[in-house]
């Protein structure tokens, strides 16, 4: 069974700049999650979805959106980039909203 | 958001040495999940706690549920090069639409 998987793996964009991240959960899985992570502050909650709803969100402006799609593939979005944007961005599937999570190997983003 | 205090934040020892690091927390757990994370990779899962006292083991790795509920420890025995990485608590609170909050990791450096 293939794991979680991000794309793309690696993103250089300038500030100003919008970027698209995805995530296809493990076959089977309807809930993702997304995370950033950074040296500075650990692992920091973004939002999960679940059969196509937001259930829950973390504290980001809302230059941070996503969507999750009939498949459960979800995408996040971020608008305006700012140079404290870069990060690595963690999607995580469950199979449904408070189970185990598996992550995916996540995307580096920088922001230049 | 809650906060999960890990500790030690860094540890370097030497191969065959055992290790041993908790995480806390001011707030009663439900699960406590532990994840490891080598560098440009996402966390994996290694062991899975759901009941308070519980001990589960997972080859040279051992973490219990505090009795308080508010606590996880994680113990690796006979330490190996490939041990190497970041160790994350995770922590889902009752009651909070079963949201998962992670720790801010232990950095662990085996020495051969």
């Known amino acids: 069974k293939a794991g979680v998987t991000q794309t793309p793996r690696y993103l250089i964009k300038t500030r100003g700049q919008q970027v698209t991240l995805s995530c296809s959960p493990i076959?089977?899985?309807?809930?993702v999650s997304w995370y950033q992570q950074t040296p500075g502050q650990g692992l920091q909650f973004l939002f999960e979805?679940?059969?196509?709803?937001?259930?829950n969100k973390g504290n980001f402006p809302g230059r941070f959106s996503g969507r999750q799609f009939s498949n459960s593939r979800s995408e996040m979005n971020v608008s305006t980039l700012e140079l404290g944007d870069s990060a690595l961005y963690l999607c995580?599937?469950?199979?449904?909203?408070?189970?185990?999570?598996?992550f995916g190997a996540g995307t580096r983003l920088s922001v230049l | 958001g809650q906060q999960l205090n890990q500790s030690p934040q860094s540890m370097f020892i030497q191969e065959g040495e055992d290790v041993s690091m908790n995480c806390t927390s001011s707030?009663?757990?439900?699960?406590w999940l532990w994840y490891k994370q080598d560098p440009g990779e996402g966390p994996v899962l290694l062991i899975a706690l759901y009941k308070a006292g519980e001990l589960t083991s997972n080859g040279r790795l051992t973490a219990q549920f505090g009795i308080t509920r508010k606590d996880s420890f994680l113990n690796i025995s006979a330490s190996i090069p490939s041990d190497v990485g970041i160790y994350f608590c995770?922590?889902?609170?009752?009651?909070?639409?079963?949201?998962?909050?992670f720790g801010t990791g232990t950095s662990l450096t085996v020495i051969p």
């Open positions: 076959s089977g899985h309807r809930s």
């Open positions: 995580a599937s469950s199979l449904a909203s408070g189970n185990i999570q598996y």
């Open positions: 979805y679940f059969s196509e709803t937001q259930r």
């Open positions: 995770a922590g889902q609170l009752l009651g909070t639409g079963n949201q998962f909050y």
């Open positions: 707030s009663i757990f439900n699960t």
